[in-house]
C-alpha cells in the first residue's frame, strides 16, 4: 500500500498529523499532492508543549515538515479494498484474446521484404565506401590506389 493512495482515499475523513517540530494538527483532510503537502478543514492545532490551543478553519501544511500522520482505520480498510478491486480489474483485462501474451513492445513485427545491410550478399549491392570505382570522380579515395589505377 503506497502513502499517496492512502491519503487519496482518506480525503474528507479526520486525521491527525504531527510535525518535526512537535506540532500537532486535527482536522478532516481536503486535499493533498503528489509531495505529500494536504489542506485540512476544521482544524484544532495544539503546541508542542500541549498546553496552547488554535482553532482554524483551513490550514495548509508541507509535506517535508510532517513527522507522521494518524489516519482511521477505516480508511485502511478502504484501501485494501480499492486495491483489490483494481488488481481484479487488471486480472479481467489480461484474459482478452487480444492482450494475450504481449510484453513491452507488443509482439507485432516480423516478415517484410529483406533489405541490404552492410553484409548484404548481393553481388549489385555494392559497398561504395572510400575507393574509387572508375566513373567520373577519379580524384576522390584512397590516393595510393589512385595513383595504382593511372599508371
Given at each position: 500500500?503506497?502513502?499517496?493512495s492512502l491519503l487519496k482515499t482518506a480525503q474528507s475523513h479526520p486525521m491527525?498529523?504531527?510535525?518535526?517540530?512537535?506540532?500537532?494538527?486535527?482536522?478532516?483532510l481536503v486535499s493533498c499532492d503528489t509531495w505529500m503537502n494536504i489542506n485540512?478543514?476544521?482544524?484544532?492545532?495544539?503546541?508542542?508543549?500541549?498546553?496552547?490551543?488554535?482553532?482554524?478553519?483551513?490550514?495548509?501544511?508541507?509535506?517535508?515538515t510532517i513527522k507522521y500522520l494518524r489516519i482511521p482505520d477505516e480508511v485502511?480498510?478502504?484501501?485494501?479494498?480499492?486495491?483489490?478491486?483494481?488488481?481484479?480489474?487488471?486480472?479481467?483485462?489480461?484474459?482478452?484474446?487480444?492482450?494475450?501474451?504481449?510484453?513491452?513492445?507488443?509482439?507485432?513485427?516480423?516478415?517484410?521484404?529483406?533489405?541490404?545491410?552492410?553484409?548484404?550478399?548481393?553481388?549489385?549491392?555494392?559497398?561504395?565506401?572510400?575507393?574509387?570505382?572508375?566513373?567520373?570522380?577519379?580524384?576522390?579515395?584512397?590516393?595510393?590506389?589512385?595513383?595504382?589505377?593511372?599508371?
Amino acid at each position: 500500500m503506497l502513502p499517496l493512495s492512502l491519503l487519496k482515499t482518506a480525503q474528507s475523513h479526520p486525521m491527525l498529523v504531527e510535525l518535526k517540530n512537535g506540532e500537532t494538527y486535527n482536522g478532516h483532510l481536503v486535499s493533498c499532492d503528489t509531495w505529500m503537502n494536504i489542506n485540512l478543514r476544521e482544524v484544532i492545532c495544539t503546541s508542542k508543549d500541549g498546553d496552547k490551543f488554535w482553532r482554524m478553519p483551513e490550514c495548509y501544511i508541507r509535506g517535508s515538515t510532517i513527522k507522521y500522520l494518524r489516519i482511521p482505520d477505516e480508511v485502511i480498510d478502504m484501501v485494501k479494498e480499492d486495491m483489490q478491486a483494481k488488481s481484479r480489474n487488471r486480472a479481467e483485462m489480461n484474459k482478452g484474446g487480444r492482450n494475450q501474451n504481449q510484453g513491452r513492445g507488443g509482439g507485432g513485427g516480423g516478415g517484410g521484404v529483406g533489405g541490404g545491410g552492410r553484409n548484404n550478399m548481393n553481388p549489385n549491392n555494392r559497398n561504395t565506401f572510400g575507393g574509387n570505382r572508375g566513373g567520373s570522380r577519379a580524384g576522390l579515395g584512397n590516393p595510393h590506389r589512385n595513383a595504382q589505377n593511372k599508371k
